[in-house]
């Protein structure tokens, strides 16, 4: 409260961002889907006097908004390399991870991710705006192995230009 009530929170806008996801698993049993959610998920809070209100995404939201979306509520431009967008103003529902050479994603209501034993991942339909933490409905579907394909291209293009840094200012 005294910060709100201070000159300091006039022009002032605190963004707390985590740098990865909870280890700390809940004391049931949960689908792969369900312990891949809780590792992807972070905290990003924004902090001010003159913001609205509280507000929880009900779709994923991707690390490389952050910076565009801070700019945007600077009144600043992101350079046009940059492939984030405002999370405020987005409906997209995309995010991808990666770690041991595997790639977990949830594209709209699909999420793939890998098994624990094999490099097949094992894909779910979400009901539209879902979180599937809490949603029962989750249906496993067949992973579509040309969307997995180009997600992989994707991610390997994208790990060549940062380690070439070939990405232009």
């Known amino acids: 409260d005294r910060f709100f009530e201070s000159e300091l929170s006039k ?15 809940p004391a049931t049993n949960l ?12 905290l990003f809070a924004v902090i001010g006097r003159n913001i609205k209100s509280s507000h929880v995404f009900d779709h994923p939201v991707s690390q490389m908004d952050i910076a565009p979306t801070i700019l945007d509520m600077l009144d600043l431009k992101p350079p046009e390399s940059w492939l984030g967008e405002n999370i405020f103003n987005s409906e997209k529902f995309i995010w991808l991870g990666t770690g041991n050479d595997s ?14 034993t094999t490099k097949k991942k094992r894909c779910f339909k979400l009901s539209h705006h879902s979180d599937p933490l809490y949603d029962a409905s989750i249906v496993e579907v067949a992973e579509s192995s040309i969307l997995n394909d180009k997600i992989k291209q994707i991610l390997d293009a994208s790990k060549y230009l940062i380690k070439t840094n070939s990405i232009e200012q």
């Open 11 to 25: 022009n002032t806008i605190i963004f707390l961002l985590g740098d990865h996801g909870t280890g700390v698993w």
């Open 31 to 42: 689908k792969r889907i369900k312990e891949s959610e809780l590792v992807h998920r972070i």
């Open 103 to 116: 790639i977990s994603y949830r594209i709209n209501d699909l999420s793939c991710y890998p098994t624990q």
